[in-house]
C-alpha cells in the first residue's frame, strides 16, 4: 500500500501542497486584527478609534455598538457570549475592537491607536472562590439553550457564578460509607491546559445581502457554525455556506463554534469579504481545557471491594460557558472509573470566572476526573497492603455490567487490556532497587449524537466521490472513508476521492469530536456506497436483461455472469448518452438498527497504560523511559492512523501530566505564549513507545470498529504519579509534576525520615 493510499493528504502535507484557511485568498478580502482587553473585568465606558481610522489602508474599526441592532448574544448551552465586547469586558484577552484594514500590518499597527476608557470591577480568577456568595458576578442573566448543540440543558444557579450543576445519585452512599471498613477522602487538582494544534485559528467570511454568508473556517463542526450564525444575523441556514479544507489540529480547541461568529459580524457589516487569522499567542487567549478540583470519598471494604463513591467536582469555566456544562456532567461520569461501585453520588460545577473561556478538549472531563480516581485508586492500594494491579482485578466491571444503572453496559473487557499492560510492563516490587512503575485504567463515556449523513457519486468512468462533513484535522478520516466507500463498491481505492466539508453539498453532520466519525460516518459512508451499489446493479440488471442476483460488483465494474462490463457500457446502455453517475445516501439516527443508537453512550470507549520513569533526585525532573497503552478499538480500518492517534493521545496527556499550565497571577494569563508555555517535543516522548490495539470486532462502527483517538489521553497522567509514589513515596496531588514540585515533595520526605 502506498503513501499516498494509506493517507490521501500525506504528500500534500510534507511538500507543502495541502490547503488550509490561512491558503484562502478571497477577491477583495480584507483582514481583521482584535484589540484585546488588559483587564480581566471592567466596564467599557468610552472607545475612541478616530486616530485609527485615519491611518493608511484601514477600512473599519468595528466595536460592540456596531452591532446593536442585532440578537448578537450567542452560545451552545447559554447565550451568553457576544460577538465583541459591549458595555464590559470579562477576561483578559476579550476582543474590544476590531481593525479592518487592507492589510494585516495596517490592521496591526492601528490598535495600537484605538483610546479605550475603562473602570476596573472587581474580578475571581479561581472557580472555589467564585463560589463564595460576595464573590463578582459575571453574568447577571442566565439564557440557557435546551438540546442547541448538545442533547440537553445547563442547570445554572439564578445569582451566582455556577452556569451548570449537575447531581447524580444512586443507591444509599451513606449508609454504605457508615458501614465500610475505611473510607478515603482526597482532593485532586488539574490545571487549565491550552490545546496547542500547529494551526491556530482562522475564518474567512463574505456577505452579500443576496445570497448570504460564506465562510472559510477551521471548525471542527461546520454544521454547528451555520447554526450559530443562522440564529445571530436571522439568515436561513440554505443562506450560510461553510467550508472547511485541512484543518492543522483542533482537540477540541476547534469544535463547536470560536471565532466565526465574530468574523461574519465583520463580514455583514462591511459587505465585503473579511480574514481573521491569530497567532498562537492570541488562539491562547481564545479558549482552552478546563481546570477542575476533583473531590472523592470512596468506601472500601477490608480486601479492597468498592462499596460507595461521593463525587464532587468543581470546574474555572471562564468567562463564557462555551461547551462547560456537558464537560461537567462527563467528569462526573467518568470519575466514577470502570469498577463496579454500586452506591454513588456525584456532583459536578462548572464556574464562571474572570479566565479565558474553557472549552471541549479531547475527552471532555476526563483527564481531570481520571487523573483523581486512578490516584486514589493507588492511595487505596497502598493502604490496605494490596496490589494496585490486584485491587484493580477485584473491582473490574465485567462486560454487560454497569457503571451507572442508566448507561449502556459496558461492552469491553477491561481485564483483558490491564493484563496486557501487566505483561508489557510489570509493576514491580517496592523499595530502592526497584523501578519506578505505575499503571492506569479508565473508561469514558462519548458524548456522541447519532445523527449524521453521507453521499457517494459514482461516475461513469469509476471514479467515486464521497461527500461528508466530518473534518479531516490530523486524524486521517478521509483515508477513512474512501476505504469503506472502495470496499462496499468492491473498487480500487485510488478511484476514490473525498470531498472537504462544505454545508452547500455535502449533507448534515452534528461535527467532528467524541470519537465518532469512522462509527457514525463511517457507517453513514457504507449506507451511501450500499444505496450507490444497489442502484447500479438494478441499471446493470436492466441494461442485460437479467436478475439482480446475477450481477455483482468487481474492480472496474459489474460482473454479469462471468463478464465484466464497465460501469460506462452499462449507464450508456440504459442512459442512451455517454454520461451518467449513480448517487447514493447514508443517514445515521439514533433510530438506525432498530433503535440501537439511542442509549448513551453509543460504546465505552477505554483505556489501559503503564509507565516507568526515571526522576533525576537533585532537580526532580521526571523522564518517562517506557510507556505502553493499550485500547479495545474493535476493529482498525487504518492501522497507522490508529497507531498515531493513540500515540498523540498518551503524549498530550503526559504533557498536562509533566508540564503544561496556563497560570494566573492578578487576573493576568502570566505565560500565554509559546515560549512560556511549555509543550512537550520529541526529546521528551518517552524512550520505548507500545501501543497495543485489542480488536473484537464488537463495536458499533464498521466492521465492528469502537471509536478511538481520545481515550490514551485519560490514563497517563495518574500512571506516572502513581509510579512516582510506588518507587519514591511521594504522592502529589495536583497537575503537573513540575520538577519543582517533585523535587520539593522529595526533599520533604527525606527531612521526614520516610525510606
Not at 33 to 46: G, M, N, Q
Not at 48 to 74: I, Y
Not at 88 to 117: C, M
Request: glycine residues 10%; charged residues 20%.
Amino acid at each position: 500500500m502506498t503513501a499516498s493510499t494509506l493517507r490521501p493528504d500525506a504528500v500534500e502535507k510534507v511538500s507543502g501542497a495541502a490547503r488550509f484557511v490561512t491558503d484562502v485568498t478571497v477577491p477583495g478580502m480584507l483582514h481583521a486584527k482584535l484589540l484585546r482587553s488588559p483587564l480581566p473585568h471592567a466596564r467599557i465606558k468610552r472607545i475612541d478609534a478616530e486616530a485609527a481610522l485615519q491611518m493608511p489602508g484601514v477600512v473599519a474599526v468595528l466595536t460592540g455598538a456596531d452591532f446593536a441592532g442585532l440578537n448578537h448574544h450567542w452560545g451552545l448551552f447559554l447565550r451568553d457570549r457576544p460577538l465583541i465586547a459591549v458595555d464590559r469586558v470579562r477576561y483578559v484577552g476579550e476582543p474590544v475592537a476590531a481593525v479592518v484594514a487592507e492589510d494585516e500590518y495596517s490592521a496591526e499597527e492601528a490598535l495600537d491607536a484605538i483610546l479605550v476608557d475603562y473602570e476596573d470591577l472587581p474580578y475571581v480568577t479561581d472557580a472555589e472562590v467564585a463560589l463564595a456568595p460576595d464573590a463578582p458576578l459575571l453574568h447577571e442573566r442566565m439564557d440557557t439553550l435546551k438540546d442547541f448543540y448538545f442533547k440537553g440543558q445547563a442547570k445554572p444557579v439564578a445569582g451566582s457564578n455556577v452556569f451548570q450543576n449537575f447531581a447524580y445519585e444512586t443507591g444509599d452512599v451513606d449508609a454504605a460509607m457508615a458501614a465500610a471498613h475505611r473510607v478515603f477522602e482526597d482532593s485532586y487538582d488539574f490545571p487549565m491546559v491550552f490545546h496547542y494544534a500547529l494551526e491556530p485559528h482562522c475564518v474567512i467570511a463574505d456577505y452579500d445581502p443576496r445570497d448570504g454568508f460564506s465562510l472559510w473556517s477551521c471548525g471542527q463542526s461546520p454544521s454547528a457554525v451555520q447554526k450559530v450564525i443562522g440564529a445571530i444575523f436571522g439568515v436561513p441556514q440554505g443562506k450560510i455556506r461553510v467550508r472547511v479544507p485541512y484543518v492543522g489540529g483542533g482537540f477540541g480547541g476547534k469544535a463547536s463554534v470560536k471565532l466565526d461568529p465574530l468574523v461574519a459580524g465583520l463580514a455583514w457589516k462591511l459587505h465585503k469579504p473579511v480574514r481573521l487569522c491569530l497567532s498562537v499567542a492570541e488562539s491562547m487567549l481564545t479558549c482552552r481545557r478546563l481546570s477542575a478540583t476533583v473531590s472523592l470519598r470512596t468506601a472500601v471494604a477490608a480486601d479492597g471491594t468498592l462499596l460507595a463513591k461521593a463525587v464532587r467536582v468543581v470546574m474555572n469555566g471562564g468567562a463564557y460557558a462555551d461547551t462547560g456544562p456537558a464537560v461537567a456532567i462527563k467528569a462526573a461520569n467518568r470519575a466514577i472509573g470502570p469498577y463496579r461501585i454500586p452506591n454513588l453520588r456525584l456532583e459536578a460545577l462548572a464556574v464562571y470566572t474572570n479566565t479565558v473561556p474553557g472549552a471541549a478538549f479531547r475527552s471532555i472531563g476526563g483527564p481531570q476526573a481520571v487523573w483523581a480516581t486512578e490516584s486514589q485508586m493507588d492511595q487505596i492500594a497502598d493502604a490496605l497492603g494490596i496490589e494496585p494491579l490486584e485491587l484493580r482485578r477485584r473491582n473490574l466491571l465485567r462486560r454487560g455490567e454497569t457503571v451507572r444503572p442508566d448507561l449502556r453496559p459496558i461492552d469491553v473487557d477491561m481485564g483483558e487490556a490491564l493484563d496486557l499492560v501487566a505483561q508489557a510492563l510489570p509493576p514491580g516490587a517496592k523499595g530502592s532497587d526497584a523501578p519506578a512503575r505505575g499503571l492506569a485504567v479508565a473508561a469514558s463515556d462519548p458524548g456522541i449524537m447519532a445523527v449524521g449523513s453521507a453521499m457517494v457519486r459514482l461516475h461513469i468512468d469509476g471514479s467515486m466521490v464521497v461527500f461528508a462533513n466530518s473534518v479531516e484535522i490530523g486524524q486521517g478520516v478521509r483515508a477513512v472513508l474512501a476505504k469503506l466507500a472502495a470496499d462496499v463498491l468492491a473498487q480500487p481505492v485510488e478511484q476514490v476521492s473525498v470531498a472537504e466539508p462544505d454545508t452547500l453539498t455535502t449533507p448534515f453532520d452534528w461535527g467532528t469530536g467524541a470519537s465518532r466519525s469512522t462509527v457514525i460516518i463511517g457507517l453513514a459512508v457504507q449506507e451511501a456506497a450500499s444505496d450507490a451499489a444497489r442502484k447500479i446493479l438494478e441499471l446493470a440488471a436492466i441494461a442485460f436483461e437479467t436478475t439482480i442476483e446475477q450481477c455483482r460488483l468487481a474492480p472496474g465494474g459489474v460482473l454479469v455472469g462471468n463478464e465484466l462490463h464497465s460501469f460506462r457500457d452499462i449507464l450508456h446502455r440504459c442512459f442512451g448518452i455517454d454520461s451518467g453517475e449513480v448517487t447514493g445516501l447514508g443517514v445515521i439516527t439514533p433510530q438506525y438498527r432498530g433503535g440501537a443508537f439511542v442509549q448513551a453512550p453509543l460504546f465505552w470507549e477505554t483505556a489501559a497504560a503503564g509507565c516507568e520513569i526515571d526522576v533525576d533526585e537533585g532537580t526532580g525532573a521526571i523522564a518517562v523511559r517506557r510507556y505502553v497503552s493499550v485500547a479495545d478499538v474493535g476493529k482498525v480500518i487504518n492501522r497507522v492512523a490508529a497507531e498515531g492517534q493513540d500515540e498523540g493521545a498518551a503524549m498530550q496527556g503526559i504533557g498536562h501530566g509533566l508540564f503544561e499550565e496556563l497560570l494566573y497571577e492578578d487576573g493576568q494569563p502570566v505565560n500565554a505564549s509559546m515560549i512560556d508555555y511549555h509543550v512537550p517535543g520529541i526529546d521528551e516522548a518517552p524512550d520505548e513507545f507500545h501501543t497495543v490495539l485489542i480488536e473484537g470486532g464488537d463495536g458499533p462502527g464498521p466492521g465492528g470498529a469502537r471509536g478511538m483517538g481520545e481515550g490514551a489521553i485519560l490514563p497517563a497522567a495518574p500512571a506516572i504519579a502513581n509510579a512516582l509514589a510506588r518507587r519514591y513515596g511521594v504522592r502529589i496531588k495536583s497537575l503537573p509534576l513540575t520538577p519543582e514540585k517533585v523535587w520539593r515533595a522529595l526533599r520533604d520526605i527525606k527531612a521526614k525520615g520516610v525510606a
